[in-house]
C-alpha cells in the first residue's frame, strides 16, 4: 500500500523542491528590488578607459578614511608595457583592467587626496602587487595620523597569523556547528548550507544600499537567514522525511537545491565583488598583536555565540531534548520529545548561525559575492568532518583547527590563494587515519 501511495504522486518530490526555489527567489527579488538604484551607487563605478572594460583580469580597491569614501582619487597601473589610470567614485570604488597576470606597479597620486587626508605612515606607494591564480587582485590603501604601517619579524608575523586563524577558525565555527546540529538531528548532509551563508551577507548588504541603519540591517538578515532555515525544513525536508525519502536522494536534493539558490543570487545580486559598510579599516595594535577592528570583534561575537549555543546544549531542555533527537530519534519520540518540533527549531538555529557566518566571513574576507558560500563550504566541511560528524563541540574543536592551519599556511611562503586547500588536505588525512573524528565516536558499518 505504501508503494501505491508513492507511485500515485510521481510530481511531489520536484514540486517540493520548486516551492522552496521559488520562496528563496522571491525572498531575493523582493529585497533586491527595494533598491536597484543604491545598489548599483554601491557598486564599484571607477572610470577606466573604454580599452580597459575589454579585459578579463583587473585591480581594484575602495578608497577609505575612517569609514567615509575618498572620490576622485586617481590611482594608476604600470607593467608589461601596460599603463591603465582610473579616479575613485563616489563611494571610493576604482578598477583598472589589465590585458594579462602578472606584477604590476601600483601608485596613488597623492596629489588628488582630499584636503586633511594623508596616506599612514609607512604605507608603501608605488607598489607591485601581483596575481596568483585569480582574475582579480585587491588593494588597500591606509589613511590616517597617527596609524603606521610596518613590515614586523617572522615572529610576529606567526603570532598575528595565529590570532587571524583562530579569529577565522570561530566564525568558521557558527557556520560547522549548524550544519553539525542539522546532520546530528537528520542525518542531512546539506549541501545547500553554504547558500545559507551567502544569504545572511547578501541580505545585509541589500539592505544596507536601501538605506536602512546598519544595525537594522544585520537584524533583519539574521531574522531572514533564521526563516530561510525555517521555510527550507517545513517545505522541502519535512515532507521528505515523512515520504520515508533515504538520505543520499536528499543529499543530491540539496545539491540541486545549492546550485538554483547559487545562481538565483547571481541573478539579483550579479556577480560584482561588494561591500559591506566599514568594511575596510587600518589594523590596530594590542600589544604585539597587529589585528583589524573586524577581525576583532567576529573573534569576539563568534565567541559569545558559540559559548551560548554550547550552554543551551548543556544546560536547558532543549538543548537535552536536540541531543536525545541526535542520539536516538526513535527513543527520543517515545519518551515524549516531539522530534519535529526539535528538529524545526534546529534548522531555524543553523540558518541563523549561518548568516552570521556569512556576515562575519564577508568582513573577513572582505567582500560580497553570490558564490562566497560555495567557497567556504569546503572548509566548513573540513571542520566538521576533523571534529566528528554530528558532534556539536567537535565540529567547534575542528573548525578552529582549520582556520589556524589556514592562515599559519602564508607565514611558509604559501600563496594566499592556495591557502585554503590545506582544509581538503585535513579532510583527506582525517578519513584516511581517524574517520570518526577528534571527539567523534567509532561505530560499525554493515
Known sequence: MKRTA???HPLRLPRAILAAGALIGAFLAVLLALAPAAVATTSPSPSPSPAQTQYQNSISG??????????????????DGFEGVATSAQNGAWSIGVPTQGTYQLELDESTLP???ALAEGQENPRSVTFNQTSNVSAIFAFGKGIQVVEGNFGQELLNRLVAGLSFGLLLALSAVGLSLIFGTTGLTNFAHGEMVTLGAVTV?????AGLPFWLAIILALVASAAAGYVQDAGLWKPLRRRGTSLVPMMIVSIGLALAARYVILFFFGGATQQLPFAQSPDIQLGPISISPN???SLVISLIVILIIGFVLLKTRLGKATRAVADNPALAAASGIDVDAVIRIVWVTGGLLAGLGGILWA????GVTFDMGQQILLMIFAGVTLGGLGTVFGA????VVVGVFVELTTVFGVSSDLKYVGALAIMIAVLLFRPQGILGRRERVG
Do not use: C, D, H, M
Open 6 to 8: 508513492q507511485a500515485a
Open 62 to 79: 575602495f578608497l577609505r578614511n575612517e569609514g567615509k569614501p575618498l572620490a576622485g582619487v586617481e590611482i594608476k597601473v604600470t607593467g
Open 115 to 117: 584636503e586633511g587626508v
Open 205 to 209: 548588504f541589500g539592505l544596507s544600499a
Open 295 to 297: 577581525n576583532l570583534w
Open 363 to 366: 568582513y573577513y574576507r572582505p
Open 396 to 399: 567547534l574543536v575542528g573548525s
